[in-house]
Structure formats: structure tokens, C-alpha cells
């Protein structure tokens, strides 16, 4: 066997090494966050009056990454920007396992659509979001 048989045979076993491994990546999952049901919860889109009180459940989990930051956002009207109404940065067992969080808060006094977004982020920056628009009347 010649020096150019093994060259070429340690050249075509580098490639199959090299991308048989690529199926290994890291998926990224992200973390689980869900809006809780139940009497009294706000989940899902409404039409709501001025002033109403809300109460909304949320419960998040680990998938891959300890979670980070959990944060709840408003968009009036349509907007594109937010407006935060709850900004909170997890650690211990909230950050390792992860949470259960009632939020209370009250709608505008003036008609019109506001969507709440919730967001979970973990440490490696994966985001998950759940979220409701109420229509003010």
C-alpha cells in the first residue's frame, strides 16, 4: 500500500468524522411559559372595561438553560414599542427550576386595545413569550 492509499483513506475518514458530529449541535430549546386558566385568570384575548382589574397566572420552566429575567409588557393601541409593567431577574429555585407569578394590574381609563405580552428569557438568551390583547370599551 502506497503513502498517497493512506493519505487519501485518513483525508475521507477526517470528512465523515468531521460531519457525522454535526447532529450533535446544542438545539436551543427554549424555556416553557404558559398563561394559567382557571376563576378569575385572564389567558386569552378579552374585551375588558375601563379601569378593570386583571389578574393573569403564569407558570415557566427550565428546558435546557437556568431562566434569567421574566418580564411583562404592554402595547397600547397598536404600538410597536412597550411599555414594561413588570421586570423581575430570577435566581435560586425560580432560576433552576422555575416559577409560578400572579400579576395583578388595571386597564386604562380610555378605550382602545392593549396587548400584554409575558417573556421568559434563560441564561444562554433563549426567549419564550405567551400573551393577550384586551379591547377596552
Do not use: W
Not at 404592554?74 to 416559577?99: K, N, Q, W
Amino acid at each position: 500500500m502506497s503513502f498517497k492509499f493512506f493519505t487519501m483513506l485518513f483525508v475521507a475518514l477526517s470528512v465523515v468524522a468531521f460531519y457525522s458530529c454535526k447532529g450533535d449541535e446544542d438545539k436551543k430549546l427554549p424555556p416553557i411559559i404558559e398563561l394559567e386558566s382557571g376563576a378569575g385568570l385572564t389567558n386569552a384575548d378579552a374585551t375588558v372595561a375601563k379601569g378593570d382589574s386583571i389578574h393573569a397566572g403564569v407558570h415557566a420552566e427550565r428546558t435546557e438553560d437556568e431562566l434569567n429575567t421574566f418580564d411583562v409588557s404592554v402595547f397600547y393601541d397598536g404600538a410597536t414599542t412597550s411599555t414594561s409593567i413588570h421586570d423581575e431577574a430570577l435566581s435560586g429555585s425560580e432560576s433552576d427550576d422555575g416559577f409560578d407569578r400572579d400579576i395583578d394590574f388595571a386597564v386604562r381609563n380610555q378605550a382602545g386595545s392593549e396587548k400584554y405580552v409575558f417573556t421568559v428569557t434563560d441564561k444562554d438568551g433563549n426567549i419564550s413569550t405567551a400573551s393577550f390583547t384586551l379591547t377596552v370599551q
